[in-house]
């Protein structure tokens, strides 16, 4: 994880350099429309896939992705898939959908009837354990066995192994990063300063209760839908980059008592009134639209919520002509408030999907050939810049992307990914499923008193423990 973090490190700094010279390379993501992300352009031909990666005739590949609903790629992965398409004369049934639990519990239940993909993107955490576990994925050595170009163009440093086995199946094509965005006009309105590099927790409760008295929401959750990135955030302010992947083995232990502190912080922010009045019972969705519209000043995401925030300021989300750039000017990004020793600038942030080929579709001589073929095609050094953007990638060979080809919040991402100390990866990534109901889903009940954060931290590990 040291090493991934540092090479990761690399590639983000040296695109921030290249920023600073009038052009970048792809820096650090998660999802809106690739025209909410940047200016349409259509996804440039890539190179033929090897004479050994195509099928001897046309084939439909049935593909699962998360290019879906928001997601700033859903529109790049149509035009690549468009592009393969017409090089191949093969065919792909999509079944992509926007990620979240249930999409997640889809995929394993798919494996675990025969339902799944040829191939599929998917994170490779320990969400993928169970159909790693089962041998339903083709690693990418066992790949290479037969087709040696197989993601030759990747850095393999930056390829993350799997929790399960140590062994790599996933070929990444664009990272993710999450980060606090900031509407800079509710700011004006509670007299708030944008929060910079140095930002401490003692200094945004201060401007959440300034904010709060101005009439606005200060943070947009919805801590009955969508906890996660404060519950990782919360805890990551109780450790630092070196400890924060450590799975606690109780909760009155140090990792354990570090979760507990955590989530009691998430407690003392509803408490005192800083998330909205439905944060239990609102969607997610709605509460970005309290962002969006100015009612509320923070909203805590992942690097793919930059297209949502850009589609918001379109008279049209799908029609980046209709953008109001005056709109767009008034969101921001910065880094999430620091405390004790993790520095504000130690983030949350990796290569965390990637392309896997199934079994099925790898025992399938009809389809082996055009899955490699797929795959190759869309992690091509052609088609991963399109889908990376103001993110990471695992390319050996980045090409340099005119800056001018990014819209004002992107650059603005830019900008806060030079200042990084570090990317550290998210720890709900390993302590994944069943392990987090009781945190995940039992925030309510955590915030308003009902279950003590070291009950629901114990349960939880109980659950880790058993399954382990």
Known sequence: MKKLTAALMT????ASMVVGCGSAAPAPAEPSPAQTEAPAAETPAAEEP???????????????????????????????????????????????????????????????????????????????NDFVNAGKVVSIDEIRAEFPDFASNMNDDLIAASPADG???????????????VNTAVLDAAGVAM????????????????????????IAAALGNIPHYWWEFAIFNQQ?????????????????????????????????????DNTLSATDDETFAMFTDGKAAFLLDGSWKVGGI?????????????????????????????KGNRKTTDMIGGLSMGYYITKKAWDDPDKRAAAVSFVSYMTSDEVVPQFAQHTASALKNAPAVDETQFNALQVKAMSMMSGVTSLTGAVQDLFNGDCRVSTFDGMPDIVVGNVSAADAVQEGIDVYLDAQ
């Open 50 to 128: 090897a004479a050994e990666t195509e099928a001897a005739g046309p084939v439909e590949l049935t593909v699962t992705t998360t290019f879906a609903g928001e997601d700033s790629n859903a529109q790049n992965y149509k035009n690549a898939v468009a592009g393969w398409e017409a090089a191949t004369g093969n065919t792909v049934s999509d079944t992509s959908a926007t990620s979240d639990e249930t999409f997640k519990t889809r995929i394993i239940t798919d494996f675990e009837t025969g339902s799944e993909p040829d191939v599929l993107f998917f994170f490779n955490g320990a969400d993928a």
């Open 240 to 276: 630092t980059p070196a400890n924060h992947l450590d799975i606690p083995g109780a909760a009155d232990d140090a990792t354990g008592s570090q979760w507990v502190a955590g989530l009691e912080d998430i407690k003392t922010l509803y408490e005192k009134g800083y998330f909205p």
């Open 11 to 14: 590639a983000i700094m040296t």
């Open 167 to 181: 062994v790599k199946y996933a070929v990444p094509v664009n990272g993710y990063w999450e980060a606090m965005f």
């Open 310 to 338: 850009v589609g918001s300021c379109q008279s049209d989300p799908e029609d980046p002509s209709t953008l109001d750039a005056d709109k767009l000017a008034n969101f921001d990004v910065t880094y999430f408030p620091g």
């Open 195 to 218: 929060p910079g590099a140095d930002y401490t927790w003692d200094q945004f409760l201060e401007d959440c209760q300034k904010i709060k008295d101005a009439g606005y929401a200060p």
